[in-house]
């Protein structure tokens, strides 16, 4: 097992790149499998779960080369249909390959995902929407059965705006006979990126980024070669790593516009964030201000990024309120925050954080993805060492961050524990 050691207190300098989104990555390779055919999908990041992607695609026929920047997938012989507990346990977004199985042989059994460290997690908006387009499912054993002669457009309104599920449907829809209607559906980026990479295929999706979008079911579906965009969350990782070093950096392939609700955040704590020439600068204050946030579906604030807000905010002159309104568990960040002196108390769904002088370097542990970039983000700005272990909940999201960050002037080393 690794672990990241850090000496604090350097202010970031300098240039760093964005790798391809894992977020749009994964729902991505999950909808080769409704064309059989040869992909090229390309700025595809090297992570934990891209493998964990590549394995359940080659666990149901599909052939894979490469694992990160370019990846080619042959899924001429997807023709199992069952994605297994051991695979999907360790990556809940393959659940996404169920309907698209469904659409391709007309049958699936896949593992229900179960919860994760942050929350339940339930699956049911996506279940609800397969039935209504036309499949039978029963849960035996853990696991869901699906069948569907023909699967048929449905008007399908979601309870609560799910990104895996608009994904899920948008797939499974555009093979579906007739035409479908997700409302209050989910506005992300990364479902704009599948939609365009559907649309390309052949697909006939309209108002991807809005809350009601309309896909007419073709017969089939081609491969082609498609370029994931880039990831707005390691993005705005970055762009917390300068403001909380105080430093002053430069952002290259990162799309500033996917990430607004940050940005004014950022902005009224007091960071310089200048977006041209194909870069984002980044400049932190002397010194932060508090600043409430409450986490909302895009384009609200992401809750991908709530933890990370949450270190800086550890930092800023006053309190500060942190809400996080969509998953019910995602303050395990808080207990590793207090071990580097920060002052923070949780009440429910809500934390308030009161600024501090100074954080001190300490051991703490990783428990879940943005979680362990908090803490990163801690360590950068703690006087003294800090060492993080269970970084292996890092290197599902974030493509060798620690030498990205050491090329910014970090004192930043990964080591076998
Ligand atoms: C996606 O998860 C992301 N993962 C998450 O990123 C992200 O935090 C989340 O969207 C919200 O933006 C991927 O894209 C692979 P949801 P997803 O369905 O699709 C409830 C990261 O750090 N819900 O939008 O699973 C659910 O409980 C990860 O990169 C139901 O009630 O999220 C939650 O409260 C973490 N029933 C809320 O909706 C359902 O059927 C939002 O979940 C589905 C969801």
């Given at each position: 097992m690794d672990k990241l050691i850090i000496n604090g207190g350097k202010k970031l300098k300098g240039e760093v790149s964005v790798s391809g989104s894992k977020n749009a990555a994964l729902p991505i390779f999950v909808a080769t499998i409704l064309a059989g055919g040869k992909f090229e999908i390309s700025n595809v990041p090297f992570l934990r779960d891209i493998n964990t992607t590549i394995k359940v695609l080659e666990s149901l026929g599909a052939t894979i080369e490469g694992n990160g920047n370019i990846v080619k997938i042959d899924t001429t012989n997807v023709n199992n249909v069952e994605a297994t507990y051991d695979l999907v346990?360790?990556?809940?977004?393959?659940?996404?390959?169920?309907?698209?199985?469904?659409?391709?042989?007309g049958r699936a059994r896949v593992?229900?995902?179960g919860g994760c460290a942050i929350?339940?997690?339930p699956i049911d908006q996506h279940l609800k929407g397969l039935k209504a387009l036309g499949a039978e499912i029963r849960l035996e054993h853990g696991y869901v059965e699906a069948t569907a002669k023909q699967l048929k457009g449905a008007r399908i309104n979601f309870d609560v705006p799910t990104v895996g599920g608009t994904e899920h449907l948008m797939m499974t829809a555009a093979l579906a006979k007739g035409v479908t209607l997700l409302e209050n559906a989910a506005r992300e980026p990364e479902i704009v990126d599948l939609a365009n990479m559907l649309n390309l295929m052949g697909a006939k999706i309209e108002g991807a980024g809005t809350d009601n979008i309309r896909i007419?079911?073709?017969?089939?579906?081609s491969a082609i070669d498609y370029r994931v965009m880039p990831d707005r969350i390691e993005a705005g990782t970055f762009m917390i790593a300068a403001a909380i070093t105080g430093g002053d950096i430069k952002i290259s392939n990162m799309q500033l516009e996917h990430l607004d609700a940050l940005v004014f955040k950022m902005q009224d704590a007091g960071v310089e964030i200048i977006n041209k020439d194909g870069f984002?600068?980044?400049k932190g204050?002397?010194?932060?201000?508090?600043?409430?946030i409450k986490t909302?579906?895009?384009?609200?604030?992401?809750t991908d990024m709530q933890a990370q807000f949450m270190a800086?905010?550890?930092?800023?002159?006053?309190a500060s309120v942190v809400a996080e309104n969509i998953f019910e568990n995602r303050f395990m960040h808080v207990s590793e925050l207090l071990r580097f002196g920060a002052d923070i108390m949780i009440d429910g769904r809500s934390a308030t954080v009161k600024g501090v002088k100074k954080l001190s370097g300490a051991p703490v542990m990783a428990t879940d993805l943005r979680a362990s970039a908090s803490l990163i983000l801690a360590g950068l700005a703690a006087e003294g060492t800090t060492e993080i272990t269970r970084i292996y909940h890092l290197d599902r999201g974030y493509e060798s961050i620690e030498k990205k960050l050491a090329a910014l002037g970090a004192d930043i080393v990964r080591v076998k524990e």
């Amino acid at each position: 097992m690794d672990k990241l050691i850090i000496n604090g207190g350097k202010k970031l300098k300098g240039e760093v790149s964005v790798s391809g989104s894992k977020n749009a990555a994964l729902p991505i390779f999950v909808a080769t499998i409704l064309a059989g055919g040869k992909f090229e999908i390309s700025n595809v990041p090297f992570l934990r779960d891209i493998n964990t992607t590549i394995k359940v695609l080659e666990s149901l026929g599909a052939t894979i080369e490469g694992n990160g920047n370019i990846v080619k997938i042959d899924t001429t012989n997807v023709n199992n249909v069952e994605a297994t507990y051991d695979l999907v346990k360790t990556m809940r977004a393959s659940v996404l390959v169920l309907g698209p199985l469904l659409a391709r042989h007309g049958r699936a059994r896949v593992s229900l995902p179960g919860g994760c460290a942050i929350g339940a997690r339930p699956i049911d908006q996506h279940l609800k929407g397969l039935k209504a387009l036309g499949a039978e499912i029963r849960l035996e054993h853990g696991y869901v059965e699906a069948t569907a002669k023909q699967l048929k457009g449905a008007r399908i309104n979601f309870d609560v705006p799910t990104v895996g599920g608009t994904e899920h449907l948008m797939m499974t829809a555009a093979l579906a006979k007739g035409v479908t209607l997700l409302e209050n559906a989910a506005r992300e980026p990364e479902i704009v990126d599948l939609a365009n990479m559907l649309n390309l295929m052949g697909a006939k999706i309209e108002g991807a980024g809005t809350d009601n979008i309309r896909i007419e079911g073709v017969e089939k579906l081609s491969a082609i070669d498609y370029r994931v965009m880039p990831d707005r969350i390691e993005a705005g990782t970055f762009m917390i790593a300068a403001a909380i070093t105080g430093g002053d950096i430069k952002i290259s392939n990162m799309q500033l516009e996917h990430l607004d609700a940050l940005v004014f955040k950022m902005q009224d704590a007091g960071v310089e964030i200048i977006n041209k020439d194909g870069f984002v600068r980044v400049k932190g204050p002397k010194k932060l201000k508090s600043i409430n946030i409450k986490t909302r579906p895009y384009p609200g604030f992401p809750t991908d990024m709530q933890a990370q807000f949450m270190a800086l905010m550890c930092l800023a002159d006053g309190a500060s309120v942190v809400a996080e309104n969509i998953f019910e568990n995602r303050f395990m960040h808080v207990s590793e925050l207090l071990r580097f002196g920060a002052d923070i108390m949780i009440d429910g769904r809500s934390a308030t954080v009161k600024g501090v002088k100074k954080l001190s370097g300490a051991p703490v542990m990783a428990t879940d993805l943005r979680a362990s970039a908090s803490l990163i983000l801690a360590g950068l700005a703690a006087e003294g060492t800090t060492e993080i272990t269970r970084i292996y909940h890092l290197d599902r999201g974030y493509e060798s961050i620690e030498k990205k960050l050491a090329a910014l002037g970090a004192d930043i080393v990964r080591v076998k524990e």
